[in-house]
């Protein structure tokens, strides 16, 4: 199956599956196209322990996709920009300080936590596992994904600066993530020292690198908006400074995440307020939301086509059932002690620590940094238990969270 068919393929089981969600089971999008694409998996899997499907065709036509690839040096790149394209940069400036706190402090607390949490939790039943090991599924399950969640957001009312507070969060923790993964996996592999002065430097290097990257990147096709008003010439230059600006970021060894919600922020704002038409901004915005859209629609299904080349043994199941409850600990400590610090300077609403660690949805950035981790003794623990959160995380969280936020408004209006 050569890459045209591949991509045919892909799009017509994810228009399907979006058709059937919304004619029959009317969830939120990306909710129902999961949803869809795990019951299929799972219907071929039982299939194929019954003898009556070819399982190992379709595991290796799941394997050849190269989720990881696909997402992380590729897809990534057009979905954190058109998630940041559309964060107005006033009402992120009302909460930069909480922003910024779950984003790096917060998500670093969680990373730890989470991560020495699962250490003790899969020691328990028997899987010894270096602490270092831990540490990186801290890290690639901390980032939280804002995609499943915003529509339920708006959908039940949630007031203006919750949204803020998740999507930037998401949008930022994101980059961050990537780089504390990183950071973490080329020590444990050996590749740089665990000197916690070496770390930082890295860390800083990365995530300030990616920030300088996208900012000048953006200046750059800032001005070249502002010199034309050809809203054709214009989305093309948007286009081109998404896929290049990351090849670029990626080649200079700095975020290339960050960079490109830095580039998404500047464009977003100061180039949609001084650098496009009313045409070309109408034009710019209905192509980027149906970029998302469409990106989004196949993560999703390859989100649930995963779970067909997963190691599903009892003992890696019963870890990721443990791993929830970790992730979720990992999250209520991180975001608490966020909270409970910046509440010294700014005032939180009642019940948003229950709103932001149950409402901390994960998603395919989680899985993504999962498989691109190398052939170990702990891959396979790692990835069963990463999937795991993230189906819970999706089906059951994303599912609720409206209920919660609704129970959480009515009190504070009473």
Not at 201 to 224: D, H, N
Not at 300 to 315: K, N
Not at 325 to 333: K, N, S
Not at 334 to 349: E, N
Request: hydrophobic share 60%; proline share 3%.
């Amino acid at each position: 199956m050569n890459i045209f068919h591949t991509i045919g393929l892909l799009i017509t089981l994810a228009a399907l599956a979006a058709y059937v969600n919304h004619k029959v089971f009317r969830l939120p999008p990306t909710i129902g196209l999961m949803t869809i694409s795990l019951a299929t998996s799972l219907g071929f899997v039982l299939l194929g322990l019954l003898g009556f499907a070819p399982v190992k065709d379709v595991a290796d036509f799941v394997s050849s996709l190269h989720f990881s690839e696909v997402l992380l040096h590729g897809m990534l790149a057009f979905l954190l920009f058109a998630g940041a394209l559309h964060v107005d940069l006033e009402s992120l400036r009302d909460v930069k300080f909480p922003v910024a706190a779950f984003a790096t402090i917060g998500l670093l607390v969680a990373t730890f936590v989470t991560g020495w949490l699962f250490w003790q939790a899969v020691s328990w039943i028997g899987f010894e596992i270096p602490f270092v090991a831990a540490l990186l599924f801290g890290a690639l399950i901390a980032p939280t994904d804002p995609i499943a969640v915003m529509g339920i957001l708006k959908k039940v009312g949630a007031p203006r600066s919750l949204e803020i507070k998740i999507t930037g969060e998401s949008l930022f923790n994101d980059g961050v993530a990537v780089v504390v993964f990183m950071t973490i996996l080329a020590v444990a592999t050996g590749r740089s020292s665990p000197d916690p002065g070496d770390i930082a430097l890295l860390f800083l290097k990365e995530a300030a690198g990616g920030i300088v990257v996208g900012l000048i990147l953006g200046w750059i096709v800032y001005r070249m908006l502002r010199s034309v008003d050809a809203y054709q010439v214009e989305v093309l230059l948007t286009l081109a400074l998404v896929s290049g600006g990351y090849a670029l970021a990626e080649v200079l060894h700095v975020s290339a995440p960050i960079a490109m919600v830095a580039a998404g922020l500047l464009i977003g704002n100061h180039g949609r307020a001084f650098a496009m038409s009313d045409r070309t901004r109408d034009h710019l915005d209905t192509f980027w939301e149906l970029i998302d859209e469409f990106l989004n629609a196949i993560l999703f299904m390859l989100i649930g086509m995963e779970i067909i080349v997963l190691a599903l043994e009892f003992s890696l199941v019963l870890a990721g059932l443990l791993a929830i409850v970790c992730v979720l600990v990992g999250r209520f400590v991180s975001v608490g002690l966020t909270v409970r610090v910046m509440a010294l300077r700014r005032q939180f609403s009642p019940g948003v620590v229950r709103v932001l660690t149950w409402g901390g949805l994960r998603g395919g950035i989680s899985i993504a940094l999962a498989l691109s981790l190398p052939a170990s003794a702990e891959r396979d623990l790692i990835l069963t238990a990463t999937y795991i959160v993230v189906i819970f995380s999706v089906l059951v969280q994303g599912l609720t969270v409206g209920s919660l936020i609704k129970n959480v408004t009515a009190a504070r209006s009473d």
